[in-house]
């Protein structure tokens, strides 16, 4: 299955987020690096990313809440 233009943006931006800074972005800051019209939309394209489990979403109510799965290669 192949992953989308957006779907590749968003992950290698989590990816080198944390590598960076030792935790994910934010939706917002996802929103503002990639151009992204809304927050929704961000999550939309993460949902599509954990549904492939290529990542995952944290507990509800947490600002930083995308993680990589174990052995991610980060």
């Known amino acids: 299955m192949r992953l989308g233009y957006r779907g590749c ?3 290698a931006l989590v ?3 944390i590598d960076a800074d030792g935790f994910p972005p934010s939706y917002t800051e996802i ?3 990639l151009g992204f ?3 929704s939309d961000v999550g939309k394209v993460v949902a599509r990313l954990e ?3 290529l990542l995952h979403r ?3 109510g ?3 809440r995308i993680r990589l ?3 991610a290669g980060i």
Request: cysteine-free.
């Open 37 to 39: 019209s809304d927050r």
């Open 9 to 11: 943006q968003v992950l």
């Open 62 to 64: 947490k600002t930083r």
């Open 69 to 71: 799965p174990a052995g």
């Open 31 to 33: 929103r503002d690096a």
């Open 15 to 17: 990816r080198e987020t």
């Open 58 to 60: 944290a507990g509800e």
């Open 51 to 53: 549904g492939r489990g």
